[in-house]
T-cell receptor, first 112, second 114 residues
Framework: ELKVEQNPLFLSMQEGKNYTIYCNYS?????LYWYRQDPGKSLESLFV?????AVKQEGRLMASLDTKARLSTLHITAAVHDLSATYFC????????????FGTGTRLQVTL | ETGVTQSPTHLIKTRGQQVTLRCSSQ?????VSWYQQALGQGPQFIFQ???????GRGNFPPRFSGLQFPNYSSELNVNALELDDSALYLC?????????????FGQGTRLTVV
């Protein structure tokens, strides 16, 4: 059974600081997704990582995938309050993004 | 906006009742998946429909059932509701094939069972 774990589960950081969220998974896959969720809202797609060594960046967020280590990271650079949300990684074993196994989520709180 | 719409947005049901949730997939997407997200947890895969047939199921009992229609819209039915069924139910649509395939989520239906 595929297991996806994230750490930390909760992260409180000051504006301007850098930090990394880790996503470990138990079964080989080369398709990993990162989503953002605001309280009471749905999931917003952030990144789609489709191969070993894939790196994608959007604004202050950068995601990478190491399929050999079964590890993905979401790096936050110079955090701002607007980044406060819960972040989920999800692993796809179907090849069609239609059967995702989500991680536990990391709740990020950026304080002034 | 993703183009995936769900209805209703909120509803309250009594334990033992039945509920039907609806999802309209994004144009051109023929695969619909349903997820249950309990408070404070990550979404859990319920099942997937492709071309009107169930094509994969997570660890959910048979009282969770679904349908997909020729226009690729979908329904999630839950019978004999239990208090633990209270959750945000998310529908996601995706195309069948291709690298870069991505799932797009609807806004969700918040179900409260009392």
């Amino acid at each position: 059974e595929l297991k996806v774990e994230q750490n930390p589960l909760f992260l409180s950081m000051q504006e301007g600081k850098n930090y990394t969220i880790y996503c470990n998974y138990s079964t080989t896959s080369d398709r990993l997704y990162w989503y953002r969720q605001d309280p009471g809202k749905s999931l917003e797609s952030l990144f789609v990582l489709l191969s070993n060594g894939a790196v994608k960046q959007e604004g202050r967020l950068m995601a990478s995938l190491d399929t050999k280590a079964r590890l993905s990271t979401l790096h936050i650079t110079a955090a701002v309050h607007d980044l406060s949300a819960t972040y989920f990684c999800a692993v796809d074993m179907s090849g069609t993004a239609s059967k995702l196994t989500f991680g536990t989520g990391t709740r990020l709180q950026v304080t002034l | 906006e993703t183009g995936v719409t769900q209805s209703p947005t909120h509803l309250i049901k009594t334990r033992g009742q039945q509920v039907t949730l609806r999802c309209s997939s994004q144009s051109g997407h023929n695969t619909v998946s349903w997820y249950q997200q309990a408070l404070g947890q990550g979404p859990q895969f319920i099942f997937q429909y492709y071309r009107e047939e169930e094509n994969g199921r997570g660890n959910f009992p048979p009282r969770f059932s679904g349908l997909q229609f020729p226009n690729y819209s979908s329904e999630l039915n839950v019978n004999a509701l239990e208090l633990d069924d209270s959750a945000l139910y998310l529908c996601a649509s995706s195309p069948t094939r291709g690298r870069g395939t991505e799932a797009f989520f609807g806004q969700g239906t918040r179900l409260t069972v009392v």
